[in-house]
C-alpha cells in the first residue's frame, strides 16, 4: 500500500525479497545520523525518499518551506527510484546510517523493528514536538506497532476497480456499492460478449486484493506472526483466476507481460483493472479513454473487507537530532500549505487540515477524494491486516510465483506450494 506506479511496486518487491536475507544490523547503541549542532546551533538533518523527478521537486519546496519556519534545521535530501532506494536503504541501515527521517511503508514496519533501525516517536508526541491529532479516518494508528509509534503517515490510499467508462457503458455493467463477486463475474462476461475485450486484467497477482477477499470470509493474508490463510484457500483463488483467463474474462498475462510498464487498462487488454486509488492518475496519463472508480466486489453484498493504506513517514534509532526530526514530520503532515504543493502525490492528505487545504480541480483527482469518501461514509474501512516481520518477502514472492502461473511456468498446485514454502522461511515459521 504505497504510492507510485505499480512497476514501481513490483521492481521495489523484487529488490527488498533479494536483499532481506542479507540485511544483519548491529545493535543500534551509540549514535548516527550527519552529526551534532553547528557553532551556531544549526543542526542539519538527512531526509530520504523513492519517487520520480516531479516529487523529488514537491519535497523540495515543501523543506523550503520548513526551513523558512524552522531556520536552525537543515534538511540535506536523497531521492531515488524504488529499486535504488531500498537498495541503498539496506546498505546504509547495515552499516549504521539510516538517514535520520525516511519514506517508508507498513510491510518494512516489523523488518526494520525488529532489526532495531526505527524510532519509537512517542517520546516526541509526550514532549510536544509531533501531533498525532486530526488524522482522518483512524490513520493516526496506521503506524502503531506493538505500543510503539514507528510511522506517521503522509497520504492514505485504497484498493479500488478502475474501469474503462466508455467499455462498462457498452457492456451495460453498473458496479455499485455491495456489489458480489457473482456480480462482477456476470459483468466480465458481458463486457467480453459486448465488447470484444477481457472484462479484467487478471487477479493472478494482486496480493491486496487477494487480502480483501479473505477478510470477506474471515481471514486475512497475514496475522501477526505468520500467513492467515491455507493452501487450499490459495489453490481456489489461483485455480478461479486461471479458469478466468481461459474464459476470456480476465486479459491474457502473456499479453500483459509484452506491453508492461505499460497497463493492460490502457492498452485495451481489458476493460479494468484492481489497484489502489490513488494509481488513476496513471491511466489517464498512459491511455485514450475515460477511466473511472469502482468499489470493490463483495462475498455478502456488504463487507468489502478495505481498510487506507499510507505512505509514512519513520526515524531512525540512530539519529542524534529526534526532536528535529519530530518537528519535521509534524510540518510535513500537518502544515497546510505542504498539501498544496503535494497534491494526491503521495496519495490523499493523511490529516483533515491538509485534506481540507489541497482542493483538487482536475478530475481525476476529484474521483479519488470522492472515492475515499465515500468508503467512510458507507462505513466499510476496517483496521488494516497485520504486517509481520517477512511480510515483504511473502509479498514479493507472491507477486513474482503468480506471474510465473501466469505465463504457464507453474502448474497451480506447484505455485502454492512454492510460495508456502517461501513464506514459512521468509516468517521463520
Known sequence: MVNGRNVERRTVLKAAGATAATLGLAA??????????????????????????DRAQ???????????????????????????????????????????????????????DAKNVLLDLSEQVEAGNLRMEGFRAGLEKFGEIDGKLLGVPVGSNSMAL?????????????????????????????????????GDSGMYGVM????????????????EDGLGFTEADLTDWWTRAEKGVEEGLYADPKKVAQIKPKSALAAELCGSEFTWDNFTVRYSAEGRSEYALAPIPTTDGKKTGQYLGSLMLSASKRTRHPEEVARFIDFMVHDP?????MGYDRGVPATQAQFDAYQPTDEV????????????????????????????ICESAF???AEELGLGKRSVDEAVKQFFTESKTALGT
Not at 208 to 223: C, E, H, I, S, V
Open 162 to 198: 478502475v474501469i474503462d467508462k466508455p467499455v462498462y457503458t457498452k457492456a451495460g455493467v453498473k458496479p455499485e456499492q455491495g456489489w458480489t463477486w457473482d456480480d462482477f463475474e456476470a459483468g466480465m462476461k458481458r463486457i467480453r460478449d459486448r465488447t470484444g475485450r477481457a
Open 28 to 53: 543500534t547503541t551509540g549514535c548516527g545520523g550527519d552529526g551534532g549542532a553547528s557553532a551556531d546551533g544549526t543542526v542539519t538533518i538527512r531526509y530520504a525518499w523513492w519517487g520520480a523527478e
Open 208 to 223: 491486496y486484493l487477494y487480502d480483501l477477499y479473505l477478510r470477506q470470509n474471515g481471514k486475512a493474508f497475514f496475522t
Open 337 to 341: 500549505e505542504v498539501a498544496k504543493i
Open 58 to 112: 514537491r519535497i523540495k519546496k515543501t523543506i523550503a518551506l520548513f526551513e523558512k519556519k524552522y531556520p536552525k534545521i537543515k534538511v540535506k535530501t536523497d531521492f531515488q527510484p524504488y529499486l535504488d532506494f531500498w537498495k541503498k536503504f539496506n546498505t546504509q541501515a547495515s552499516g549504521g546510517n539510516p538517514p535520520d527521517v525516511f519514506q517508508n511503508a507498513v510491510g518494512f514496519l516489523r523488518k526494520y
Open 399 to 401: 507477486l513474482r510465483i
Open 365 to 392: 483527482n476529484k474521483a479519488i477524494a470522492a472515492y475515499e469518501e465515500s468508503l467512510v461514509d458507507a462505513g466499510v474501512l476496517e483496521p488494516i491486516t497485520p504486517h509481520p516481520n517477512g511480510a515483504d
